[in-house]
């Protein structure tokens, strides 16, 4: 059986062409959330051309077989019947006059010879189009005739050449004009205004073979904003009669429209639709739960779309009402609740749960107008926040385990673990309220767990196509989409196997993949369900369990369902009755009433609309997204210049660059020249010669009494310093240790001989008592002595000390010798030796 739009499509077809096969042309299929271009004031801002079926006026004739006429009329008939009548829905490219063809007005045959030829004469008789110039030697022998009708109202194609010689100009031209290319490229600069120079150059290449300066782009785009502007005019001003419309044809519902009256006119401010059968449906059959969402709209007046979406027994969207607001505040989201109440009938929120993001002007309306209400707040929306200061995957595994805890101790135990990895993140999150996130403290008679507001997500996701569309379009297409839903949802109950809805089955069957993994210990209607250390006990009778997953769900938890396996019962039994076939028909028992299309609207005597003014935000506008702190920030990674000191190269100071200096340039100094080559080193700058055994008192890294340079060498020490070659070479001045100072200039022979001699096997080494008022430490290096004040004791020996084995005593070639067994006395930092 053939359909009415395949017929009408033949139809369509053969009035151009003449025959079938001539036609390549595809069949135009809407998609499901295009329906509302059937409509030609819905469609006029969103499709702008169609290729839409229509029958002419003259099959329109042929239909009333029933009128009389006479016999001549009816032979005059048949003659004016052989002619074609214009089409004006058909594509432009495909456009084409046609000898006889007949036109409604002059303007109507000047759209179609548009792209083929210019007009030589044109009055409101005739019109006469050719290509090129009259008198040009090689112009084109196309040529057409059009004038009125002797006998009708109509102009016909009286004359016709249509060979061509000419060469098209892929440019604008006489015909070819900003306005023309205007009218064709409204859609797409409705559904994407902020559409580039660029992607339009290429886009008129493509499609109208035009070559076009970006200049010509420009003006183009603002002669289109100019038509939308006007455009968009005459649809807000029939925003009262759609809201008529839908009052009159589903009795019981709300619509409410928001102005903003100025001196000047009247703007549209906001649109509240709660249609009747939503509202019937969600008391009749669904929880008491709603998610409350808004999203941004995408055309060309911005705004943002507030929506009340439920859960239907099968866990799927059920949308209630929708709103259209020029910002997501306080004070918009207070009207919405408060209209949303009055449907619902609740008060004050009694028995109702609202789950929803944390938007601050939402959460503050919630407080005023439903104030018993449990608001959740989307646990996912928490975790990104949380997640921006605390990143890493342990940090959203311990997030996600504390917002599904059932308990109040299972809730304790997790957090013990997020504070004993970080006790910021403790406090962070317990500062988030605990109570609207986390299972453990929800409500328990709603039968609903979930912690995120992802189903509303999905309804917002389901219409992002009708986002982009004008008011009026996008309300009808998100109607038709309810519509359709509710159609759907009542025709799939005829395919459930089981009482209990398909997507709950799903769910249970996840939730109760290790029920086997669990020993039940009966006891009455009472049972002890055990896993290890874990237990549970499960109440049959009072469809309990300890863990609270069953009465926060109202399905069975892992360990219900070992017990009722065990005791031999229906699993199916324990379910709520929200997911059973019964409550999902009562759902969807009320349907809804169809509109009829905008050209049977009534007309409302209330003062029309203008579209909302243009919202500017402060200051410039953003082009670029703000990227969050854990996202690449650009392609080539650069550090910030925050903190640093600009300095002007043209004036030499400090506070501002040489962009902004208004200051006189300033020649610098010339820099003196180093000289070439390598510095000369002096006597006291000479790096000791490395040798194949270093002095104990020099080893890299030890740590001894001071801490002097010296050379390297192949075995180090373990004092302090470096190693070395000489003994001293350079001692720092210092009043206190004078004396020791010229004593040691004297000794240096003595103390290696004295080295020899402890080879040899001497067993100590003493110096004159007298030499010394104080006890000193000395230590060689290459070039640098310290010394440090000591307290003496009674002696000055080593007698006790094993020479052999202790290498910081006697080494290599360099000597450190403890004089002293000292305890030391620390100096003051202003006597200290630097």
Not at 321 to 340: G, H, R, S, T, Y
């Amino acid at each position: 059986m053939t359909s009415s739009s395949n017929v009408l499509c033949e139809v369509y077809t053969e009035g151009v062409n003449g025959t079938d096969d001539e036609s390549n042309e595809e069949e135009y299929v809407p998609s499901s959330m295009d329906k509302t271009i059937w409509d030609p004031f819905l469609n006029d801002l969103v499709q702008g051309e169609v290729e839409l079926p229509e029958i002419s006026s003259d099959d329109a004739e042929l239909t009333h077989s029933d009128e009389e006429y006479d016999e001549g009329e009816h032979k005059y008939q048949q003659i004016r019947d052989q002619f074609l009548v214009h089409n004006p829905r058909i594509p432009w490219n495909m456009m084409e006059p046609h000898l006889g063809e007949k036109y409604e007005s002059p303007e109507q045959f000047k759209l179609c010879l548009t792209n083929y030829a210019r007009f030589a004469k044109c009055d409101r008789s005739r019109i006469l189009v050719r290509y090129g110039k009259k008198n040009d030697e090689n112009k084109c022998p196309f040529r057409c005739w059009v004038s009125w009708m002797g006998n009708e109202l109509t102009w016909q194609v009286k004359s016709l050449e249509k060979k061509h010689v000419c060469a098209r100009k892929y440019s604008l031209g006489s015909l070819i004009t900003p306005s023309w290319i205007a009218n064709h490229y409204l859609s797409d600069l409705i559904r994407n205004p902020k559409t580039k120079v660029k992607e339009m150059k290429a886009d008129f290449l493509q499609r109208y073979s035009l070559k076009l300066s970006k200049g010509q782009c420009e003006r183009v785009r603002t002669l289109a904003f100019t038509l939308i502007d006007g455009k968009l005019t005459d649809h807000y001003a029939r925003i009262w009669d759609y809201g008529n419309e839908v009052l009159r044809s589903n009795l019981g519902s709300t619509v409410e429209i928001g102005v903003n009256v100025n001196p000047d006119a009247k703007y549209f401010k906001r649109i509240y639709i709660c249609l009747k059968a939503l509202k019937e449906g969600w008391l009749k059959g669904c929880r008491k739960v709603i998610d409350l969402d808004g999203c941004f709209l995408k055309g060309k007046v911005k705004g943002e779309l507030l929506a009340a979406i439920g859960r239907d027994g099968n866990n799927q969207i059920y949308p209630i009402a929708w709103a259209v607001v020029n910002v997501e505040n306080k004070d918009n989201w207070k009207w919405f609740i408060e209209l949303l109440q009055s449907d619902i009938e609740t008060v004050q929120g009694n028995g109702l749960t609202l789950i929803s993001d944390q938007h601050k002007g939402l959460l503050e309306a919630v407080k005023e107008v439903m104030p018993y209400a449990e608001h959740r707040q989307c646990a996912r929306h928490i975790c990104a926040n949380f997640y921006k200061r605390f990143n890493g995957e342990i940090y959203k595994t311990l997030f996600w385990q504390a917002a599904k805890s059932t308990t109040d101790q299972e809730f304790k135990n997790n957090m013990e673990k997020m504070k004993k990895l970080n006790n910021d993140a403790y406090d962070d999150l317990m500062k988030r309220n605990p109570k609207t996130w986390c299972r453990a403290y929800f409500e328990t008679d709603r039968a609903c767990e979930a912690v995120e507001n992802g189903i509303s997500e999905s309804f917002n996701s389901a219409i992002i196509g009708a986002r982009g569309k004008p008011l009026i379009t996008m309300l009808e297409e998100i109607r038709l989409h309810v519509m359709e839903r509710f159609d759907a949802m009542i025709r799939n109950t005829n395919s459930w196997k089981t009482i209990v809805a398909p997507n709950i089955i799903k769910k249970m069957r996840k939730w109760h993949k290790n029920m086997r993994n669990w020993i039940v210990i009966p006891n009455g209607p009472l049972l002890e369900v055990r896993n290890g250390y874990e237990g549970y006990m499960v109440d049959l009778e009072g469809w309990a369990c300890a863990c609270r997953l069953w009465v926060l769900s109202g399905l069975p938890c892992v360990y219900a369902c070992a017990a009722i396996n065990h005791t031999h019962k229906n699993l199916l039994d324990y379910v709520s009755d929200w997911f059973k076939k019964e409550k999902y028909q009562l759902t969807y028992s009320t349907s809804i009433v169809p509109l009829n299309g905008s050209n049977l609207w009534v007309k409302t005597p209330y003062d029309k609309l203008l579209p909302p003014k243009e919202r500017r935000m402060q200051g410039r506008p953003s082009i670029k997204r703000k990227r969050d702190k854990n996202e690449k920030q650009t392609k080539y990674p650069t550090i910030s210049g925050k903190g640093k000191i600009k300095k002007c190269h043209n004036c030499l100071q400090e506070g501002h660059n040489a962009r902004t200096c208004k200051n006189e340039k300033v020649v610098p100094p010339p820099k003196e020249k180093k000289p070439p080559g390598r510095p000369k080193k002096t006597n006291s700058d000479e790096r000791p010669p490395r040798g194949p055994s270093a002095a104990t008192s020099g080893g890299s890294g030890g740590k001894g009494p001071t801490w002097v340079r010296g050379g390297r060498g192949s075995s180090a020490g373990t004092s302090g310093g470096r190693g070395g070659s000489s003994f001293i070479d350079e001692i720092f001045d210092s009043s206190m240790e004078n004396e020791v100072i010229d004593m040691f200039d004297n000794f240096e022979e003595e103390l290696r001989r004295a080295e020899m001699e402890m080879r040899e096997g001497e067993p100590m080494l003493q110096f004159p008592e007298s030499q010394f008022d104080e006890g000193v430490s000395i230590t060689q290096d290459d070039g640098v002595a310290e010394t440090q004040d000591l307290v003496p004791e009674t002696q000055f020996d080593i007698e006790n000390a094993n020479l052999e084995d202790q290498s910081n005593v006697v080494g290599g070639i360099g000597i450190d010798v403890h004089v002293i067994r000292e305890k030391l006395k620390p100096r003051k930092p202003s006597e200290r030796i630097i």
